[in-house]
């Protein structure tokens, strides 16, 4: 299996902070089918980010990902009252299994 | 817009069968990819397994041998069943499409919870 290793693993910022988390992958991901959802509680996931870099349609372009191979990252540029989530990376490599990693809780400081 | 809407027991006992539905609307069933994903409680989002049209199915190695999806192209839905539950097995259960152009999971359920207890 692929290992998908977050860090931090909780995050606290306050709202005009930049916020940045990584993604570690146990093995190089082929073309790079990594995507970042955003989750909340009591909600369903959100999808922010495919491909590494994709910004879904919709997702307010202060979020952006970049990254290849083993080391990803999700950025907020100018976090909102509303990004104040728990964000997860997941990972899709033809012949392994899925993966998700183990989240970033990003929390008002 | 796609909707996907989980349904089943929100309590099981020990030992016995979790199963959940999860109906499809405004979209066919036919040429996409259809996953569940769990939640327990305090913890990440834990794949389960998905399903092709077809009936062609992965599973996640650590559920393997006790999950099971299956697909009604008539009924415009899917299912999960997980035998031999366990308290480990209580969470919540979210049904979700997975885009295979973006090869991303683009909608999602809104999430059933599923406990098992005695």
């Known amino acids: 299996d692929i290992q998908l290793t977050q860090s931090p693993f909780t995050l606290s910022a306050s709202v005009g902070d930049r916020v940045t988390i990584t993604c570690r992958a146990s093995?190089?991901?082929?073309?790079?089918?990594l995507a970042w959802y955003q989750h909340k509680p009591g909600k369903a996931p959100k999808l922010l980010i495919y491909k590494a870099s994709i910004l879904e349609s919709g997702v307010p372009s202060r979020f952006s990902g970049s990254g290849s191979g083993t080391e990803f990252t999700l950025t907020i540029s100018t976090l909102q009252p509303d990004d104040f989530a728990t964000y997860y990376c997941h990972q899709y490599n033809s012949g392994f299994p899925w993966t998700f990693g183990q989240g970033t809780k990003v929390q008002i400081k | 817009q796609v909707r996907l809407q989980e349904s089943g027991p929100g309590l099981v006992k020990p030992s016995e069968t979790l199963s959940l539905t999860c109906n499809v609307s405004?979209?066919?069933?036919?040429?996409?990819?259809w996953t569940w994903i769990r939640q327990p409680p305090g913890r990440g989002l834990q794949w389960i397994g998905y399903?092709?049209?077809?009936?062609?199915?992965t599973y996640s190695p650590s559920l393997k041998s006790r999950v099971s999806i299956s697909i009604d192209t008539s009924k415009n839905q899917f299912s999960l069943n997980v035998s031999s539950v366990t308290t480990a097995d209580t969470a919540v259960y979210y049904c979700?499409?997975?885009?295979?152009?973006?090869?991303?999971?683009?909608?999602w359920g809104p999430g059933t919870t599923v406990t098992v207890s005695s």
């Open positions: 405004d979209a066919s069933v036919i040429n996409s990819y």
């Open positions: 399903i092709y049209h077809t009936g062609s199915t």
């Open positions: 093995q190089n991901i082929v073309t790079n089918w």
């Open positions: 979700a499409r997975f885009n295979y152009l973006i090869y991303a999971i683009d909608v």
